[in-house]
Antibody, heavy 128, light 111 residues
Framework: QVQLVQSGAEVKKPGSSVKVSCKASGGTFSSYAISWVRQAPGQGLEWMGGIIPIFGTANYAQKFQGRVTITTDESTSTAYMELSSLRSEDTAVYYCARANVTYYDILTGYYGWYFDLWGRGTLVTVSS | QSALTQPASVSGSPGQSITISCTGT?????????VSWYQQHPGKAPKLMIYEVSNRPSGVSNRFSGSKSGNTASLTISGLQAEDEADYYC???????????FGTGTKVTVL
């Protein structure tokens, strides 16, 4: 049974970067996509971006373009999400999720997907 | 990033049926059959309940069903149980610049 195991909680200073990992335990995710979703305290879910490991191409939400980088290391079945220029509003739980791709927009290069397996989340706190 | 609109809260008694709406536009819910629904208990990760408007993953109770009409998708929970008390989020692909969007979330309370 595949599980997504995320790295531990982080405390970061404003202006710094954080890199969160997500390892597929008990299997691989080479045939799936991986997306990252965050949830600020008491708030709803917010999609940040996703990647299809076999293609190596990532989609990013416009809000995070230029600040987020999603990568994978297929040799270790691990995905990474790096967020830079952190500010207090980035304090949130960051989830990785295995994504089933259901749609590809050939004009924009973006994917439609749903998330059938989630990690337990990584709390990132941004505070001076 | 414009979220899909859901009611803040819905409640019902055990055994009753409730329906949660998710309203978008022709650029997302109305234009594509790629709506999914997630259940989230406090302090837990979300769980997929419905995908592609009305498909139920293996292991999800058949008390949960999804549908869509125009720009509004719906999640119906029949035979409401105490364990159904949670937050529920819809989501959809969107042709707008945001590309993928979640709903505002609905808190379901079992009275």
């Amino acid at each position: 049974q595949v599980q997504l195991v995320q790295s531990g909680a982080e405390v970061k200073k404003p202006g710094s970067s954080v890199k969160v990992s997500c390892k597929a335990s008990g299997g691989t995710f080479s045939s799936y996509a991986i997306s990252w979703v965050r949830q600020a305290p008491g708030q709803g879910l917010e999609w940040m971006g996703g990647i299809i490991p076999i293609f190596g191409t990532a989609n990013y939400a416009q809000k995070f373009q230029g600040r987020v980088t999603i990568t994978t290391d297929e040799s270790t079945s691990t995905a990474y999400m790096e967020l830079s220029s952190l500010r207090s509003e980035d304090t949130a739980v960051y989830y990785c999720a295995r994504a089933n791709v259901t749609y590809y927009d050939i004009l924009t290069g973006y994917y439609g997907w749903y998330f059938d397996l989630w990690g337990r989340g990584t709390l990132v706190t941004v505070s001076s | 990033q414009s979220a899909l609109t859901q009611p803040a809260s819905v409640s019902g008694s055990p055994g009753q049926s409730i329906t949660i709406s998710c309203t978008g536009t022709s650029s997302d819910v109305g234009g594509y059959n790629y709506v999914s629904w997630y259940q989230q208990h406090p302090g837990k990760a979300p769980k997929l309940m419905i995908y592609e408007v009305s498909n139920r993953p293996s292991g999800v109770s058949n008390r949960f069903s999804g549908s869509k009409s125009g720009n509004t998708a719906s999640l119906t929970i029949s035979g409401l149980q105490a364990e159904d008390e949670a937050d529920y989020y819809c989501s959809s692909y969107t042709s707008s610049s945001t590309h993928y969007v979640f709903g505002t979330g609905t808190k379901v309370t079992v009275l």
